[in-house]
C-alpha cells in the first residue's frame, strides 16, 4: 500500500498537468519514434526499435506510478494549519546557534521540495527535527555534516 503525502494546491495541480502531459504528448512522441524505427527494416537487429519500445515500458511505469502518487495526495487547507508548532506546509524561520545565520524554509512534500524556492521535504533531516517544535524553542539536528543547533524563530503558513 502507497503512503498518504499532503500536497498544497499548486502541488496537486502540477501534478495533474504532468500526468496529462505525460499521457498526452509523452506517449504520442514514443509512439512516433517506434514508428520511425520500424520502418528502418528488419526489427529483429532494430537496435531503435528496441530502444523505442524500452522508452515505452518505462515511460508507462512513470504514468503508473504518477497516477498511484496523485490518489494517495492529500490537499492540505492552509487556512487550517496550526502555528503555534511545526507541520508540513508550515513556514519555518529557523537561527543557526553556531554561525548566527538565519534562515526560512517551508515545509512541503517531497514532490515538491525545491531548496531555490526555500521549500524543503518533510522527510528531510532538517524538517523531522524541526516536525512538533514550537517557537523559541531549540533542537540539536544531525545532518550529513555533523550536528546543527538551531533556535526556532517564527512559524507562519
Not at 523505442?52 to 492540505?76: F, S, V
Not at 519555518?92 to 534562515?103: D, P
Not at 517531497?110 to 517557537?135: F, H, Q
Request: no cysteine; net charge neutral; charged share 30%.
Amino acid at each position: 500500500m502507497a503512503e498518504v503525502s499532503y500536497y498544497t494546491k499548486d502541488g496537486i495541480e502540477k501534478l495533474k498537468e504532468e500526468l496529462q502531459r505525460l499521457k498526452t504528448t509523452g506517449r504520442a512522441d514514443i509512439s512516433k519514434a517506434i514508428a520511425e524505427a520500424r520502418d528502418k527494416g528488419d526489427l529483429s537487429e532494430n537496435a531503435e526499435y528496441d530502444a523505442a519500445k524500452e522508452a515505452q515500458g518505462l515511460h508507462e511505469a512513470k504514468i503508473a506510478q504518477m497516477q498511484e502518487t496523485l490518489a494517495n495526495a492529500r490537499l492540505l487547507d492552509e487556512s487550517k494549519i496550526d502555528t503555534s508548532k511545526v507541520l508540513a506546509l508550515s513556514v519555518v524561520k529557523i537561527k543557526n546557534l553556531k554561525n548566527g545565520a538565519t534562515m526560512s524554509y517551508q515545509l512541503v512534500s517531497e514532490s515538491e521540495a525545491d531548496l531555490k524556492t526555500g521549500k524543503i521535504s518533510v522527510a528531510s533531516p532538517i524538517a523531522k527535527g524541526l516536525l512538533g517544535k514550537k517557537v523559541g524553542e531549540r533542537t540539536e539536528i544531525t545532518v550529513p555534516a555533523g550536528k546543527i543547533e538551531f533556535e526556532i524563530l517564527e512559524i507562519s503558513r
